[in-house]
């Protein structure tokens, strides 16, 4: 397992989307980042893996600045599941799960028993599905596929973009209980609209509106928040 | 006659090759680093558009009085040749490389790949068969243009043609046409097949 990292964010500004963010996420928490279209928690996360940088204020993972950070070694280190999968069309499932391992110089035959064993427990065996490609997978085996290599060399950080928006509410329901089986010894981001989904996958859950956090508290406690747009989020996530 | 038709087959053949073969090795990178800069892109492709809009036989006129790479000669014909097949080679690179989904970029980015890498691993391998479209068609335009070469003595099939065509001899024009139009059909079938199977994986 990797070892958890925490993660900072201290006045951080993303003008014209973000704020002046302050956020403390500590090593190994589970949280998530609510919010409606455009209300900023995309950006926020994508300034953890330096996919975008801050107009001000500073982004720390264990404590370290990001902008003095060697970024292409933090990516290593961070997993990243985004709604689509992002798999390489013209690698095999193989080959894609082994991308990360292969840059960190893994040796082959760790890359192979490591891909057997989190496809195994992602219920695609390798010797199945190792060789086929992207395009003729399912979407819900297209997104474990992209969970099993964000997740083969025991990240750090986890971040999470909406990775089961786009698929049907059984798929989902599955693949969010392998997620949360899976998950240890890491810390998560991750991006939903979804009040369920952030119950079920996390233990915390920030509510972002305007570029700001409006609420960040325990995921128990969130329904109970007064705030509107906290009953609004409740109140899309019933049956 | 059959040794004089095979041995300006050949000629027209390496005439050909290593103009597309100079034209891929500027070509390829030129458009890679269009696609990084959009506006340079923009003026370089403009450029390169320019000089393929010049008619053929007078970017031999040109090119005959310039120094060093000028005169009379297969020289000229293959400058001239590289010049065409400059621009579908930089286009389709350029485009290749800008239709890569968004989203498998962002992927590469999030896992580490430094910009080379990106490059090699991801851009490049998904822009294949829209880039060996373009030398495709650099290829079978290429064949044409040589065969007006040899109106600068640049040599090749075209050879033929123009003599037959001075001596109003139809067999001698034949000799020269049959043959080009041959290897531009089968430059043509190779190079598409060979672009089925990169978009096949």
């Known amino acids: 397992m990797g070892v958890a990292a925490s993660v900072d964010f201290r006045s951080v500004s993303v003008e014209p989307i973000l704020h002046d963010i302050d956020l403390h996420i500590g090593a190994g928490e589970a949280v998530a980042f609510i919010g409606r279209s455009g209300a900023g928690k995309t950006t926020t996360l994508r300034l953890v893996n330096g996919l975008v940088k801050p107009t001000s204020g500073e982004v720390f993972v264990d404590g370290a600045p990001l902008s003095s950070a060697d970024l292409i070694a933090l990516r290593r280190r961070t997993g990243y599941i985004i709604q689509g999968s992002g798999l390489f069309p013209h690698r095999t499932v193989y080959r894609n799960i082994a991308t990360v391992p292969r840059l960190l110089g893994w040796p082959d035959s760790q890359i192979r028993a490591a891909a057997e064993e989190i496809l195994a427990k992602l219920d695609l065996p390798l010797g199945k599905f190792g060789d086929r490609y992207p395009r003729s997978l399912s979407g819900g085996e297209q997104q474990r596929v992209g969970i099993a290599r964000a997740m083969i060399a025991n990240p750090s950080i986890l971040l999470c973009d909406e990775p089961f928006g786009a698929l049907d509410p059984i798929v989902r329901r599955d693949l969010q209980d392998a997620f949360v089986a899976l998950r240890s010894g890491v810390t998560i981001i991750f991006v939903t609209h979804d009040v369920a989904e952030a119950l079920h996958v996390t233990q915390r859950i920030v509510l972002f509106d305007g570029g700001r956090v409006v609420v960040d508290c325990p995921a128990a406690q969130f329904p109970a928040q007064r705030l509107p747009l906290v009953q609004h989020f409740v109140e899309a996530a019933r049956i | ?201």
């Open chain 2, 1 to 201: 006659m059959t040794a004089d038709i095979l041995r300006a087959t050949g000629q027209h053949i390496v005439i050909v090759a290593v103009s597309v073969g100079i034209a891929i090795l500027i070509g390829v990178p030129l458009g890679i680093w269009c696609a990084r800069r959009a506006r340079a892109g923009r003026v370089m492709l403009r450029l390169v558009d320019a000089i393929q809009t010049i008619p053929s036989l007078a970017l031999f006129g040109l090119l005959i009085p310039v120094p060093f790479i000028g005169g009379i000669g297969m020289r000229t014909a293959i400058v001239a040749l590289i010049l065409y097949s400059l621009l579908p080679i930089v286009r389709n690179t350029l485009t290749g490389i800008r239709g890569v989904d968004p989203v498998v970029l962002d992927a590469g980015v999030a896992m580490g790949l430094t910009d080379q890498q990106l490059l090699r691993e991801v851009e490049l391998p998904l822009a294949m068969p829209v880039i060996v479209a373009g030398i495709r068609i650099a290829t079978v335009v290429g064949i044409g243009v040589a065969t007006i070469a040899a109106a600068i003595g640049g040599g090749g099939l075209g050879v033929f043609i123009f003599r037959g065509v001075a001596m109003v001899d139809t067999r001698l024009m034949l000799a020269g046409a049959i043959p080009a139009a041959m290897l531009a059909l089968g430059a043509d079938v190779v190079l598409t097949l060979l672009e089925r199977h990169l978009i096949k994986g």
